[in-house]
Each structure stands twice: as structure tokens, then as C-alpha cells.
């Protein structure tokens, strides 16, 4: 166990639908990263929250929208649902944002399905 | 810019047996740590081992242990004494020192045939 949670674990929905994935971090951890993982794109990193605040941004659609909250959750919105967004999207944490001997730490990921 | 190669798609090891699975990485950056991450059929990514730039020995974790060569760029993971558990997808992963955030591999599948 990770010490990340994410909710939902599985997820099926229609296309043009909005969905909200759930992310708690490590306990201690204030920095937030979310990756999609599909089979034609491999890993691809999103977004990243530091304490509240974005840090960097990756390939995230205008779609896509995230936020961390004031109690460190974050949570990552997925609207106008299309079938290529069917994805495995991970939340992932670290103490800091970047420096030496940072371990990144993922959860289990949520698992989206769009029909 | 920061790239992650994995040349093996997949990969049999013999149970009990030690196997490598291969990493090399390209960066300009002087300080950046390099991870090793599991995932089964389940899906989770598990993180298995880290290395950073300036580390002095090679990582080792359990089973695990990291073949760093800085001036080759690579580094390579190394299981010992396979299990059948160890079956999983493999990633190798960068992060440059200012950069939180990290740049994956394409993975390798590692089968472990008893």
C-alpha cells in the first residue's frame, strides 16, 4: 500500500459526460501529480500541485481541469467525455516538488471507461 | 530535453534465475534521479527503487538493485532470483532536479517461467 488514495477505482460512462476523479495523498506529502496511461500513449503526465498551488502542466486537454484543495486532496475533472479518453489515470505524491531522493509514490489508479 | 529509453518490449526469465532490464536515459541537467517502477496485471504502479545523480553506489532495494553508469547514461535494474510474482510491466522513469515531475519509459514485460 502506496499510502495514495484514489476513488473511484472504476468508472464507466457515456460520452459527452463529466466525471470526477479523487485523489488523497501520502500523509505528509504536499505535492500532487496525476498521469493518464493509455495503450497507444503510454505514460503521459497532466498536471502537478504543489500545497494548493499548479506547478507544471503537461498534456492536459482544455477538457481536463484539476485543483488542489486547502487538505491537500486533489481532484481531476474529465468533461465532454470522448471514447479516447478511456484511460487508467494515476494520482501520484511526494513530500516536495522536485529535489534529490524525492520518491514519487502512486495509487492504484482509477480505472475510466467510456461507452 | 528529457527522454527515457527502454529498448526490450518484453522479456522471459527462467524462475530463480537473475535478469536485467534495460534503461538509458538522456538529460541536461547535472542533478536528476532515476526510478524503477512495477506494474502487475492489477494495474498499480509500485515503486521499486530510486537513484540519484550524484550517488556515489549503486541502489539496491531487496532483490532490486540499480546498475548506475553516469557517463553511459544508463541504468539498468537488476531482479535476483526471479519469482513468478515478479511477472509484471516494468518502467523506468527520470526526474530532473527542478522538474517535479517524472518522464517514463515505454516499460518492458517481464514473464518469469517456473
Known amino acids: 500500500d502506496s499510502g495514495v488514495t484514489q476513488t473511484p477505482k472504476h468508472l464507466i460512462t457515456a460520452t459527452g459526460q463529466r466525471v470526477t476523479l479523487r485523489c488523497s495523498p501520502r500523509s505528509g506529502d504536499l505535492s500532487v501529480y496525476w498521469y493518464q496511461q493509455s495503450l497507444d500513449q503510454g505514460l503521459q503526465f497532466l498536471i502537478q500541485?504543489?500545497?494548493?498551488?499548479?506547478?507544471a502542466k503537461g498534456n492536459i486537454l482544455e477538457r481536463f481541469s484539476a485543483q488542489q484543495f486547502p487538505d491537500l486532496h486533489s481532484e481531476l475533472n474529465l468533461s465532454s467525455l470522448e471514447l479516447g479518453d478511456s484511460a487508467l489515470y494515476f494520482c501520484a505524491s511526494s513530500v516536495a516538488p522536485g529535489g534529490d531522493g524525492n520518491t514519487i509514490y502512486f495509487g492504484e489508479g482509477s480505472w475510466l471507461t467510456v461507452v | 530535453a528529457q527522454k527515457i529509453t527502454q529498448t526490450q518490449p518484453g522479456m522471459f526469465v527462467q524462475e530463480k534465475e537473475a535478469v536485467t532490464l534495460d534503461c538509458t536515459y538522456d538529460t541536461s541537467d547535472p542533478s536528476y534521479g532515476l526510478f524503477w517502477y512495477k506494474q502487475p496485471s492489477s494495474g498499480e504502479m509500485i515503486f521499486l527503487i530510486y537513484?540519484?545523480?550524484?550517488?556515489?553506489q549503486n541502489a539496491t532495494e531487496g532483490r532490486y538493485s540499480l546498475n548506475f553508469q553516469k557517463a553511459r547514461k544508463s541504468a539498468n535494474l537488476v531482479i535476483s532470483a526471479s519469482q513468478l510474482g515478479d511477472s509484471a510491466m516494468y518502467f523506468c522513469a527520470m526526474r530532473e532536479r527542478q522538474g517535479g515531475k517524472l518522464i517514463f519509459g515505454q516499460g518492458t514485460e517481464l514473464s518469469v517461467k517456473p
Open positions: 537513484q540519484g545523480s550524484y550517488d556515489q
Open positions: 500541485y504543489y500545497n494548493g498551488e499548479e506547478r
